[in-house]
Protein backbone atom coordinates (compact mmCIF):
# COMPACT_ATOMS: atom_id res chain seq x y z
CA UNK A 1 0.00 0.00 0.00
CA UNK A 2 1.19 3.37 -0.76
CA UNK A 3 0.45 6.89 -1.52
CA UNK A 4 -0.59 7.63 -5.13
CA UNK A 5 1.27 10.66 -5.93
CA UNK A 6 0.31 11.33 -9.69
CA UNK A 7 -3.69 11.02 -8.55
CA UNK A 8 -2.93 13.26 -5.77
CA UNK A 9 -1.22 16.04 -7.77
CA UNK A 10 -4.16 15.58 -10.56
CA UNK A 11 -6.94 15.66 -7.80
CA UNK A 12 -5.25 18.57 -6.00
CA UNK A 13 -5.29 20.68 -9.17
CA UNK A 14 -9.00 19.77 -9.76
CA UNK A 15 -9.93 20.86 -6.66
CA UNK A 16 -7.31 23.82 -6.17
CA UNK A 17 -9.40 24.97 -9.97
CA UNK A 18 -12.69 24.97 -8.19
CA UNK A 19 -11.95 27.16 -5.27
CA UNK A 20 -12.46 24.14 -2.98
CA UNK A 21 -9.85 23.22 -0.34
CA UNK A 22 -8.58 19.40 -0.20
CA UNK A 23 -8.81 17.53 2.88
CA UNK A 24 -6.88 14.13 2.86
CA UNK A 25 -8.49 11.70 4.56
CA UNK A 26 -5.98 9.63 6.10
CA UNK A 27 -8.12 7.50 8.86
CA UNK A 28 -6.21 3.85 8.88
CA UNK A 29 -3.20 4.83 7.06
CA UNK A 30 0.63 5.09 8.66
CA UNK A 31 1.98 8.22 9.67
CA UNK A 32 4.76 7.26 6.98
CA UNK A 33 2.17 8.11 4.26
CA UNK A 34 1.13 11.01 5.69
CA UNK A 35 4.94 12.40 6.32
CA UNK A 36 5.43 11.86 2.43
CA UNK A 37 2.09 13.97 1.55
CA UNK A 38 3.38 16.62 3.80
CA UNK A 39 6.35 16.64 2.43
CA UNK A 40 4.35 16.73 -1.33
CA UNK A 41 2.63 20.09 0.10
CA UNK A 42 -0.36 18.89 1.73
CA UNK A 43 -1.24 20.36 5.10
CA UNK A 44 -5.29 19.01 5.28
CA UNK A 45 -5.60 15.91 6.58
CA UNK A 46 -8.71 14.05 7.97
CA UNK A 47 -9.27 11.42 10.89
CA UNK A 48 -12.66 9.71 11.93
CA UNK A 49 -11.10 8.32 15.42
CA UNK A 50 -10.29 10.38 18.50
CA UNK A 51 -7.61 7.88 19.61
CA UNK A 52 -6.23 7.53 16.37
CA UNK A 53 -6.15 11.73 15.80
CA UNK A 54 -4.69 12.29 18.67
CA UNK A 55 -1.55 9.50 18.06
CA UNK A 56 -0.84 10.93 15.02
CA UNK A 57 -1.24 14.79 16.16
CA UNK A 58 1.63 13.80 18.75
CA UNK A 59 4.54 11.90 16.02
CA UNK A 60 3.32 14.41 13.17
CA UNK A 61 4.73 18.08 12.95
CA UNK A 62 2.39 20.85 14.07
CA UNK A 63 2.24 22.50 10.59
CA UNK A 64 -0.97 19.58 9.80
CA UNK A 65 -4.30 21.31 9.92
CA UNK A 66 -5.97 18.21 11.50
CA UNK A 67 -10.31 18.16 10.73
CA UNK A 68 -11.77 15.65 12.55
CA UNK A 69 -14.55 14.06 10.04
CA UNK A 70 -16.03 11.20 12.32
CA UNK A 71 -18.88 11.14 14.38
CA UNK A 72 -17.85 13.50 17.86
CA UNK A 73 -18.97 12.18 21.33
CA UNK A 74 -19.24 14.78 24.28
CA UNK A 75 -17.04 12.73 26.43
CA UNK A 76 -14.41 12.52 23.75
CA UNK A 77 -14.13 16.27 22.56
CA UNK A 78 -11.47 17.31 25.42
CA UNK A 79 -9.05 14.97 23.63
CA UNK A 80 -9.08 16.32 20.45
CA UNK A 81 -10.67 19.96 21.05
CA UNK A 82 -6.91 21.65 21.88
CA UNK A 83 -5.80 21.04 18.32
CA UNK A 84 -8.13 20.51 15.95
CA UNK A 85 -8.38 22.83 12.83
CA UNK A 86 -11.87 22.36 11.93
CA UNK A 87 -14.59 19.66 13.54
CA UNK A 88 -16.85 18.54 10.56
CA UNK A 89 -19.27 16.34 11.83
CA UNK A 90 -21.41 18.02 14.84
CA UNK A 91 -25.26 17.47 14.86
CA UNK A 92 -26.01 17.86 18.71
CA UNK A 93 -26.18 21.09 21.19
CA UNK A 94 -24.57 18.82 23.89
CA UNK A 95 -21.76 18.14 21.93
CA UNK A 96 -21.58 21.77 20.93
CA UNK A 97 -21.80 22.80 24.69
CA UNK A 98 -18.91 20.29 25.39
CA UNK A 99 -16.73 21.57 22.50
CA UNK A 100 -17.28 25.00 23.88
CA UNK A 101 -16.37 24.13 27.32
CA UNK A 102 -12.84 22.38 26.17
CA UNK A 103 -12.00 25.15 23.81
CA UNK A 104 -12.86 28.02 26.53
CA UNK A 105 -10.35 25.80 29.04
CA UNK A 106 -7.50 26.06 26.36
CA UNK A 107 -7.89 29.83 25.62
CA UNK A 108 -9.06 28.96 22.53
CA UNK A 109 -12.15 28.85 19.31
CA UNK A 110 -13.52 25.66 17.97
CA UNK A 111 -13.93 26.41 14.30
CA UNK A 112 -17.18 23.33 13.99
CA UNK A 113 -18.89 22.30 11.06
CA UNK A 114 -22.96 20.93 11.23
CA UNK A 115 -23.52 17.98 9.70
CA UNK A 116 -26.85 17.45 7.83
CA UNK A 117 -28.30 14.54 7.02
CA UNK A 118 -28.84 14.54 3.41
CA UNK A 119 -28.47 10.88 1.99
CA UNK A 120 -31.84 8.35 2.44
CA UNK A 121 -30.01 6.12 4.32
CA UNK A 122 -30.96 5.26 8.03
CA UNK A 123 -27.44 5.09 9.40
CA UNK A 124 -26.39 8.39 8.86
CA UNK A 125 -25.56 10.55 11.50
CA UNK A 126 -26.84 14.64 10.94
CA UNK A 127 -29.33 17.36 11.41
CA UNK A 128 -32.44 16.76 9.19
CA UNK A 129 -32.67 19.39 6.67
CA UNK A 130 -35.90 20.91 7.93
CA UNK A 131 -34.87 21.09 11.16
CA UNK A 132 -31.44 23.48 10.79
CA UNK A 133 -33.28 26.46 10.91
CA UNK A 134 -33.90 25.91 14.18
CA UNK A 135 -31.32 24.07 15.12
CA UNK A 136 -28.95 27.42 14.29
CA UNK A 137 -31.51 29.65 16.40
CA UNK A 138 -30.91 27.28 19.40
CA UNK A 139 -27.04 27.91 18.99
CA UNK A 140 -27.26 31.66 18.67
CA UNK A 141 -28.93 31.71 21.66
CA UNK A 142 -26.76 30.06 23.49
CA UNK A 143 -23.87 32.81 22.94
CA UNK A 144 -21.19 30.37 23.04
CA UNK A 145 -17.77 32.36 23.12
CA UNK A 146 -15.72 28.65 22.52
CA UNK A 147 -17.40 27.93 19.49
CA UNK A 148 -17.51 29.21 15.84
CA UNK A 149 -19.70 27.82 13.36
CA UNK A 150 -18.35 27.79 10.12
CA UNK A 151 -20.67 25.79 7.84
CA UNK A 152 -21.93 22.68 6.36
CA UNK A 153 -20.99 18.68 6.29
CA UNK A 154 -22.64 16.29 4.25
CA UNK A 155 -22.90 12.64 2.54
CA UNK A 156 -24.90 11.73 -0.21
CA UNK A 157 -26.38 8.54 -0.29
CA UNK A 158 -23.93 5.77 -1.76
CA UNK A 159 -25.23 5.48 -5.16
CA UNK A 160 -24.02 5.00 -9.09
CA UNK A 161 -27.50 6.91 -9.19
CA UNK A 162 -25.57 10.29 -10.55
CA UNK A 163 -28.69 12.23 -10.37
CA UNK A 164 -29.78 11.26 -6.89
CA UNK A 165 -25.98 12.44 -5.57
CA UNK A 166 -26.49 15.53 -7.46
CA UNK A 167 -30.08 16.67 -5.99
CA UNK A 168 -28.78 15.84 -2.53
CA UNK A 169 -25.43 17.98 -2.62
CA UNK A 170 -27.87 20.90 -4.41
CA UNK A 171 -30.37 20.88 -1.62
CA UNK A 172 -26.94 21.35 1.06
CA UNK A 173 -25.64 24.02 -1.00
CA UNK A 174 -29.00 25.61 -0.76
CA UNK A 175 -28.78 25.04 3.14
CA UNK A 176 -25.48 26.59 2.87
CA UNK A 177 -26.75 29.87 0.96
CA UNK A 178 -29.70 30.82 3.50
CA UNK A 179 -27.43 29.89 6.59
CA UNK A 180 -24.85 32.70 5.14
CA UNK A 181 -27.20 35.12 4.61
CA UNK A 182 -29.05 34.23 7.64
CA UNK A 183 -25.55 34.81 10.27
CA UNK A 184 -24.04 36.89 7.94
CA UNK A 185 -22.18 39.54 10.78
CA UNK A 186 -23.61 37.16 13.71
CA UNK A 187 -21.20 36.80 16.18
CA UNK A 188 -20.23 32.96 16.71
CA UNK A 189 -21.28 32.31 13.21
CA UNK A 190 -18.75 32.42 10.59
CA UNK A 191 -20.36 30.74 7.36
CA UNK A 192 -17.80 30.09 4.36
CA UNK A 193 -17.27 25.99 4.57
CA UNK A 194 -19.41 23.52 2.68
CA UNK A 195 -17.57 20.13 3.09
CA UNK A 196 -18.83 17.71 0.79
CA UNK A 197 -17.79 15.27 -1.79
CA UNK A 198 -15.29 11.92 -1.20
CA UNK A 199 -13.53 9.92 -3.78
CA UNK A 200 -16.71 8.26 -5.34
CA UNK A 201 -18.53 12.00 -5.96
CA UNK A 202 -16.19 14.55 -5.29
CA UNK A 203 -16.35 15.79 -9.25
CA UNK A 204 -20.06 15.78 -8.80
CA UNK A 205 -20.12 18.21 -5.25
CA UNK A 206 -17.46 20.68 -6.63
CA UNK A 207 -19.92 20.78 -9.83
CA UNK A 208 -23.09 21.58 -6.92
CA UNK A 209 -20.70 24.21 -4.88
CA UNK A 210 -18.29 22.52 -2.49
CA UNK A 211 -15.88 24.45 -1.37
CA UNK A 212 -13.64 21.08 0.35
CA UNK A 213 -13.70 17.42 -0.38
CA UNK A 214 -12.48 15.04 1.90
CA UNK A 215 -10.87 12.34 0.01
CA UNK A 216 -9.11 9.43 0.99
CA UNK A 217 -8.69 6.02 -0.89
CA UNK A 218 -8.27 8.32 -4.48
CA UNK A 219 -5.02 8.78 -2.75
CA UNK A 220 -3.77 6.17 -0.42
CA UNK A 221 -5.12 3.46 -2.34
CA UNK A 222 -8.28 1.34 -1.10
CA UNK A 223 -8.80 0.90 2.51
CA UNK A 224 -8.83 -2.58 4.12
CA UNK A 225 -12.22 -3.73 5.37
CA UNK A 226 -12.68 -2.88 8.79
C1 LIG B 1 -13.75 7.89 5.09
C2 LIG B 1 -14.43 9.18 4.87
C3 LIG B 1 -14.16 9.96 3.74
C4 LIG B 1 -13.23 9.53 2.63
O1 LIG B 1 -13.75 8.45 1.93
P1 LIG B 1 -13.08 7.93 0.56
O2 LIG B 1 -14.19 7.21 -0.10
O3 LIG B 1 -11.95 7.05 0.96
O4 LIG B 1 -12.63 9.12 -0.20
C5 LIG B 1 -14.79 11.20 3.63
N1 LIG B 1 -15.65 11.63 4.57
C6 LIG B 1 -15.94 10.91 5.66
C7 LIG B 1 -16.90 11.45 6.66
C8 LIG B 1 -15.35 9.65 5.84
O5 LIG B 1 -15.67 8.94 6.92
Known amino acids: ?6 AYESIREEVHSKGAILVAVSKTRPSSDILGLLNAGQLDFGENYVQELQEKQEQLPDLIRWHFIGHLQSNKAKYIVPFTHLIHGVDSISTLDEINKQALKSDRVSEVLLQVRIAKEETKFGILPEQLSAFAESIASKGYLGVRICGLMGMATNTEDESMISSEFKGLRKSFDQLQMKYMGVGGFDIKVLSMGMTSDYR ?21 PA
Open 1 to 6: MAVRFS
Open 204 to 224: IALEEGSTMVRIGSAIFGERK
